[in-house]
């Protein structure tokens, strides 16, 4: 089933923005002190980011749940664009998976390991993104 192109275009706009702001906030992160002082509009700036990047991450949750049903589930019974979307669904349930330990997980090494994860493999995301969904390098395989 062709994803509907309303769909799609929601779909990638959201992405972008999670992608954008998970990049900017690591960078942020990099160049920023470790002290986070809230007079600072640096620190300001970070907050929001990251606040950002968390709220459009509810509503991609909601985006994904909506996307298995009408794109990714009767996709996986054919094989048009089936290895390279397999390869972008598997890498964003892990970054997924990730997030409740964002939160929950106490023990501060074990949480920046978690982060590590989040972080690296959400970055590493727009590979899988860019090959499936823009230049669809496996959309020409037999069905
Ligand atoms: C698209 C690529 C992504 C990148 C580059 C990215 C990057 C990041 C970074 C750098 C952090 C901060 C980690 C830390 O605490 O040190 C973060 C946190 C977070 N990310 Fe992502 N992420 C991505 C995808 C996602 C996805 C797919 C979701 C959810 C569906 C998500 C939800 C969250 C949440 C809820 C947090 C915690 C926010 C908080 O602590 O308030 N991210 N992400």
Redesign the pocket.
């Known amino acids: 089933m062709k994803m509907q192109t309303k769909l799609k275009k929601i779909f990638y706009f959201t992405?972008l923005l999670?992608?954008l702001t998970?990049?900017f906030?690591?960078a942020i992160e990099i160049f920023s002190s470790s002290q986070d002082d809230l007079n600072n509009p640096f620190s300001r700036t970070k907050m929001w980011t990251?606040r950002s990047?968390?709220i459009l991450?509810l509503w991609?949750?909601f985006l994904f749940g909506h996307l298995y049903s009408k794109h990714i589930g009767p996709k996986l019974r054919r094989d048009k664009g089936k290895k390279s979307g397999l390869v972008f669904f598997a890498s964003?349930i892990i970054?997924?998976i990730t997030?409740p330990g964002?939160f929950y997980i106490t023990d501060d090494h074990l949480r920046d390991g978690v982060?590590k994860l989040?972080?690296y493999l959400?970055?590493a995301?727009i590979i899988p993104f860019l090959l499936h969904s823009i230049f669809k390098i496996d959309s020409k395989s037999k069905r």
């Open positions: 992405f999670l992608f998970g990049v906030y690591f990251l990047h968390s991450g991609f949750f964003l970054v997924c997030v964002l982060a989040h972080t959400g970055i995301l």
